[in-house]
């Protein structure tokens, strides 16, 4: 009892949280401090790591201990005292987040105590600073996502949250290519949304025999929401061309408000355009120059040059078999003048996304 009335309201697990972190090599505050600097995390991610180590992450266990709630249990549903041990190392939450990350071949640790975790998240930092990186930040994502659950809120699935993992760690590359290994690997049956505050542009052309050519594309949210659904004739007979003047045809449809979001994904099912792209752009790095067709691309946080299979592109190859007829721009997938086949096929693509979302069970595949 002494203890209790002794740390301003540090509850008896918060106190051997601490005596935890001082345990692992001699870790007082400003060793885990400095030592949490090197990680170079997210300053949000950061600074609730900070708050961890200070115990002032208001777990149930800790709002109970101070009268502030009547009860203890974890907020994801885990029916065991919600503290520090459990938000870091125990919670089905982070379990079904890692296991994710997992199945896209990131081999993170999963740790049975939170002294192991501590010790080990040091060790792993002087070999593998990524695969901490990525740890922390799953916490953090995962402390909000119960925060979500907690306070009612619409809860993101958990392949968003360990898509948001990736990006949030590897933010430091604004120019990816390849996710093709894990990033997207679920999806090579159809298409998938982006991360969440990101959008995704698929593009793709269409050649007829009578030489009527065409080329349109698709924008869309993190929630498969329409943004925008583009086809124009043109008159390129090389179907490399034809899809690379598909990318290039962005910058007439791109809108100022687009360049808000966090990051880009232009994705096609022409391997060698998407290639050239990406070499393209890496080149332009190097030489600091940047063709004129693709500079548009500047204004965006982040770009990543997908790959993906045909099975994930209908709807970009939808729109440019209509365009064979006529050019078209729209907005809205309420719009009066869209065609039923293109609003039917995004209704389906949009509805099979969550359904698989929420079976979940369709994304667990070996790795
Ligand atoms: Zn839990």
């Not at 090197?38 to 708050?51: A, D, G, I, S, Y």
């Not at 965006?300 to 190859?317: E, G, L, M, P």
Request: with cysteine; aromatic share 12%.
């Amino acid at each position: 009892m002494e203890l209790l009335y002794q740390h301003y309201g540090k509850s008896i697990t918060s106190l051997a949280y601490a005596e935890t972190i001082k345990s692992c090599k001699s870790f007082d505050n400003s060793g885990f401090d400095n030592w949490l600097r090197k990680l170079t995390l997210e300053p949000r991610v950061e600074l609730f790591w900070w708050r961890l180590s200070r115990f002032s992450i208001p777990t149930n266990e800790f709002l109970k201990f101070r009268m502030l709630g009547n009860n203890d249990l974890c907020a994801s549903g885990c029916l065991v005292v919600e503290n520090c041990a459990h938000v870091i190392v125990h919670c089905k939450s982070l379990i079904e987040i890692i296991g994710m990350l997992r199945t896209w071949s990131f081999n993170i640790p999963f740790f049975s105590s939170l002294k192991e975790c501590l010790q080990q998240l040091i060790l792993l930092s002087i070999a593998k600073l990524d695969i901490v990186k990525i740890y922390c930040t799953a916490i953090f994502l995962a402390w909000n996502r119960r925060n979500d659950v907690k306070h009612g809120n619409p809860i993101l699935p958990i392949l968003i949250i360990a898509s948001n993992i990736l990006i949030t760690t590897t933010n430091k590359y604004p120019i990816l290519v390849n996710w093709d290994a894990f990033l997207l690997r679920e999806s090579e049956t159809s298409w998938h949304p982006p991360p969440l505050g990101w959008i995704k542009i698929n593009v793709d052309a269409s050649l007829l025999d009578s030489n009527s050519v065409s080329i349109g594309g698709v924008v869309r949210d993190s929630k498969g929401s329409l943004l925008l659904a583009f086809g124009k004739q043109t008159l390129h007979w090389d179907i490399n061309q034809l899809e690379l003047e598909a990318v290039y045809s962005l910058k007439d449809f791109i809108h100022d408000w687009m360049f808000d979001c966090k990051g880009l994904i232009i994705e096609g099912d022409n391997y060698n355009v998407i290639k050239h792209l990406y070499d393209s752009v890496t080149k332009s790095k190097v030489i600091n120059q940047i063709s004129e067709k693709i500079s548009f691309i500047q204004d965006f946080n982040k770009v990543i040059f997908h790959h993906t299979s045909r099975n994930c592109n209908r709807v970009a190859d939808l729109c440019a078999t209509l365009a064979l007829n006529n050019s078209f721009c729209f907005y809205f997938i309420s719009s009066p003048d869209i065609p039923r086949s293109l609003c039917c096929l995004m209704k389906k693509e949009y509805e099979d996304c969550i359904l698989r979302l929420v079976c979940n069970n369709f994304f667990l595949f070996s790795s």
